[in-house]
């Protein structure tokens, strides 16, 4: 996407369709953080164009471009705590909620010793909605889901559940 202001100052930004939500009608709902978008608070306040152009050849039918105000919370969903056998396969599937926010999820398996933080860092051991995981060792185990604004601008959820591995 290419902003243009009214004074001919351009800035550019590139979205991914990957994280693009599903609204009503079968249309693709995609939000992108006005802070996002590199240079544009030292710009004019007016903007005159916004171009908008694809990898692939393709045609975008575009139902509405609005900007908004959104302060909503990132908040999550998660499975109940677990037992489970040794070697068990295991989907965990997150679910979360942050308006028009686009959200990336990220897991920590408590495998034993790993910590869920490692100097000040999330320890990230899959990525996505729905990750499988099968625990080779019984034990008790924290799984901790992280979902946090792509942008970085809306402050991070954690949610944690127990997985109990019998032999």
Not at 49 to 74: K, L, N, V, W
Request: charged residues 25%; glycine residues 8%.
């Amino acid at each position: 996407m290419v902003l243009v202001m009214d004074d001919g100052k351009m800035t550019e930004c590139t979205m991914s369709l990957e994280n693009a939500g599903s609204s009503h009608d079968n249309w693709e709902e995609l939000a992108i953080p006005l802070k996002a978008i590199p240079g544009l608070s030292t710009m004019s306040d007016h903007i005159k164009e916004i171009q908008i152009f694809g990898d692939t050849s393709a045609t975008f039918y575009i139902g509405e471009i609005r900007i908004i105000h959104d302060d909503t919370p990132i908040t999550i969903d998660l499975q109940s705590d677990q037992t489970i056998a040794v070697n068990d396969i295991v989907t965990f599937r997150g679910s979360a909620e942050a308006g028009p926010t686009l959200l990336r999820y990220e897991w920590n398996f408590g495998t034993n010793p790993g910590p869920v933080e490692k100097n000040g860092e999330f320890m990230v051991d899959a990525e996505g909605k729905t990750v499988q995981k099968q625990f080779t060792k019984s034990g008790d185990y924290v799984v901790t889901l992280k979902v946090s604004d792509v942008y970085g601008i809306k402050p991070p959820a954690y949610e944690k559940i127990n997985i109990h591995v019998t032999l």
